[in-house]
């Protein structure tokens, strides 16, 4: 299966500490999203990345939130210093050029902040 | 500010009926929609996809219809499964092209429920 990884699929973080979510995307991908869903909200754009470089950072909140697309391996959406609001669903997506704005996404990594 | 804009939270179909699942947009630089549709625990499949040079796309059972002047757009579904009974979401994207600069503005999603 050559879709888009996401892991962990599940992760449970205390408040105030930090949580990395990875996401390596669809063979031939050279473009990542990652997108965040609360719970009874529709999928809400965070960030846009290319190999080392972000490209569209519109949606990340302005502090805890960062994300980065090395040159090698997966991209990583680190949240700093977790709050309860930071509990949702967290969606990875990658597309091709060709493909152009057609996004294909992981299955998700939900993030529990307890 | 809601550009895309899904006004039924949740819509009840027969078995075998039509489903006809509705989204409206606000933004006139978008050209180009996309349905989605998930299951719970899982992340969203892309189902089909119309760029705003056309009003119309059909794939198998599903057909997306286009309406630029009153900026809106449909998935209509037929004849209903069971297993189309997951949330719908629609998608926009517009201004440049290529891999997706944009990314896409989603609306909040129809859960779509078939009825045996």
């Known amino acids: 299966n050559a879709g888009v990884m996401q892991n962990p699929r599940h992760l449970v973080r205390r408040r105030g500490q930090e949580a990395r979510l990875r996401c390596s995307p669809m063979?031939?991908?050279?473009?990542v999203y990652w997108y965040r869903q609360l719970p009874e909200e529709g999928l809400k754009f965070m960030v846009y990345?290319?190999?080392?470089?972000?490209?569209?950072e519109s949606g990340m909140p302005k502090e805890r939130f960062s994300a980065e697309f090395p040159k090698e391996g997966p991209s990583i959406l680190r949240i700093q210093q977790v709050v309860r609001g930071d509990s949702a669903a967290y969606f990875c997506a990658s597309s091709s050029t060709a493909t152009r704005n057609t996004i294909y996404f992981g299955e998700g990594s939900w993030l529990t902040v307890v | 500010d809601q550009q895309v804009k899904q006004n039924s939270p949740s819509l009840s179909v027969q078995e075998g009926r039509i489903s006809i699942l509705n989204c409206d947009y606000t933004n006139s630089m978008f050209d180009y929609f996309l349905w989605y549709k998930k299951y719970p625990a899982e992340g969203p499949t892309f189902l089909i996809s119309?760029?705003?040079?056309?009003d119309k796309n059909e794939d198998g059972r599903f057909t997306v219809f286009l309406n630029k002047s009153a900026k809106h757009l449909s998935l209509h579904i037929v004849p209903s499964q069971p297993g189309d009974s997951a949330v719908y979401f629609c998608?926009?994207?517009?201004?440049?092209?290529?891999?997706?600069?944009?990314?896409?503005?989603f609306g909040k999603g129809t859960h779509l429920i078939i009825q045996p």
């Open positions: 119309i760029s705003s040079i056309k």
């Open positions: 063979k031939g991908h050279s473009h």
């Open positions: 998608a926009a994207s517009g201004g440049s092209t290529g891999g997706g600069a944009d990314g896409l503005t």
């Open positions: 990345l290319q190999k080392e470089n972000i490209i569209d």
